[in-house]
Structure formats: structure tokens, C-alpha cells
């Protein structure tokens, strides 16, 4: 059983014809879910407070104020917001900030968020790369300040650097940030330099082609020695899928059995408290196999 937040609302957020993160994308990760045992439950309004934890209110301010009556908007080269973004957005914080709930309290101990827009690019004050509000780290934030965690992991295997959560938690002592990314990619940060100010910042960049192997090669000599020194009480995970060798915006060259051996491996950390948030994944059929994949495992360990 794990533990899947989802809403109609999502839906809702419209980017103009053409664009990669679309609402269809919400089918293929249905499709992806068909089949296995899944805990169904609406992803609520975010509540402010937890926005508040990364992002300073003018910012919500600034991004409530520029969503449109009809039609779209734009805050940057490629990122648009519809009438329905906010709240879809705010359903994105919502559903992550729940899922840390119901595993902290161990209601479950695995859960999906299945919303869009992604929030990984998001920093500070700057949406950017698709991305609004910083949603897995408002869910790392309600996870030490909310309910007392010590000690909090996020893993972001999307193929783009999580620029956004580096940004947001460069200075949180509490959170280990891990990003393995193509690079040279957008957003181009993610360079193994980039620490963090308390050194817990660890940036993995892959070559484009480089495949699963490279990837499973790096995960087992680098990032889970450091992940099992840091001892996370809970894991979170940015999981975006356009890493798949399928997909139109990377080339990573992975396959659905890699998310699979990567995900069971991340259950193994934790406690096996893992809380996974949509990220990117722009093919829509390589998007449903991966997720059946990822979402597969955190239902096999969330027994
Ligand atoms: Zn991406």
C-alpha cells in the first residue's frame, strides 16, 4: 500500500499548446498507478505558513497577483501560469506537506504526490524551469520545524539540477540536499563545488548518454555511503522522470528498471519513511512506465 495525494485541480494548471508540462501528463501517471494498491487521498490547499518557511510572502504575493483572468501569463522564458495555477500550485504544497504528515505520524510509510506544476526550479523569489512554489522543500521544512525531525534527506533524480531546493535550503543544517542531473543541462548550476553552507549539499552531475549503469555506479560508491552517514529520520524524494531514454527534453539514457532498482534502494534509508513528489518527465508513455516503476516499489515497501 502507499499512500497517492492527488486532485482535479491539478488539472487545472494549463501551459500553452506545445509545452512539455502539460496536463496530459496527469493521464500517463494514472496509467502509471493502474494496477497497484494504492490509498487514494485529495492533495489539500497548502496552508501559507508552510509557503512561508522558504519563500518570503512577497513572493506568494507576487505569483497570486500575476495569474491571469483567461488565457496565460508568463514569468519566464518557460514558465506560464492559467486561471487555475494557484490553486493548483497551492495543492502541490498541500499534498506534500499531508503526505509528510501521515508518514511522520506513521499513518503509512510511503507516499506519492501526484501534482503538477513541478517545484524544484522555484527559488526564493524567482519562479523559473516550470516551477512555482519550492514544494519538496516546504515538505522538508514541515517535516524539522512542524513536527520536530532532526534530521531530514531529499534525493532529486529528476535529470535537471534542483536548483530551486538548493537555493531554499542552502542554509538548513538539518537537510541533506542530493541531486544527481545531466550537466551540462538547464538550469546549469549543480556543479560538485556547490556544498552548501553546513557542507550538506552533494551534487552528482552525470554526462549526457551516460546511462543506468553510470548512475547505479555513482549512487553506490557516493550517495548512499553519504545518505546512511547523514542517518535521515525521513527521505524525500524529488522524482522526475526525464532521465528516462525516451525522454524529449534529456538524454540520460535511463529505463523504467533503473527507477526501480533506485527507488528500492532509497526504501532501504530512513527507516524506509519515504515521501516522493512529481517532478518532471515529458514523454508521456516512458512517464507511466516509470512511475508504475517508482510507485511500484514505495507500494511494495509501504506494507
Ligand atoms: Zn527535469
Redesign the pocket.
Known sequence: MVLVFTDAAFAGHVTPPGHPERVERLAAVDRGLAGLTVDLREAPVGAVADVLRVHPARYLDRVKAAVPVGGWAQLDGDTFLSPGSFEAAMRAVGGICAAVDAVVLGEAKTAFVAGRP?GHHAERETAM?FCLFGTVAIGAKRALDHHGLSRVAIVDF???HGNGTQDLLWDEGRCMFVSSHQMPLYPGTGRPEERGAHEQVLNVPLRAGSGGAAMREVYERVVFPALEAWGPELLLISA?F?AHADDP??GLEWQADDYRWLTDQLCDLAGGRVVSTL??GYDLDALAASVAAHVGVLEERGR
Do not use: N, R, T, Y
Open positions: 513541478p524551469g529528476d535529470v535537471h522526475g526525464d527534453l534529456a517532478e518532471g
